[in-house]
């Protein structure tokens, strides 16, 4: 079983950044690909970002791309991140996830999950 943490959730002004991470303790080493979903009030789960182990590929929702930096530390089984200029929509509670196999942007293929974070930015 692998434990997820997430952490660095917030309340952000627009235009502010925020990093969040998502540590996975213990013997839980060489998950393939890890990714951040949200989830907004109202709205179902959506795709932020993933990266793999193994060479680092990073995968983003083509509207969040510009602003969002997904980047992970094997040693710590951490992953990480980054948003910068946050709108008003960008607000949800952020998930981390693993997956040991399947579609890095289809929640559906992963395996574990985090206990989401809130971010929250006002305008």
């Known amino acids: 079983q692998v434990q997820l943490v997430a952490s660095g959730g917030g309340l952000v002004q627009a235009g502010g950044s925020l990093r969040l991470s998502c540590a996975a303790p213990g013997r839980t080493s060489r998950i393939p690909a890890m990714g951040w979903f949200r989830k907004a009030p109202g709205k179902g789960r959506e795709f932020v970002a993933a990266?793999?182990?193994?060479?680092?590929?990073?995968y983003y929702a083509d509207s969040l791309k510009r602003r969002f930096t997904i980047s992970r530390d094997n040693a710590k089984n951490a992953v990480y991140l980054q948003m910068n200029s946050l709108k008003p929509e960008d607000t949800a509670v952020y998930y981390c996830a693993a997956q040991k196999a399947g579609r890095v942007r289809s929640s559906n293929d992963y395996d574990y999950w985090g206990q989401g974070t809130q971010v929250t930015v006002s305008s």
């Open positions: 990266i793999t182990r193994r060479g680092g590929r990073t």
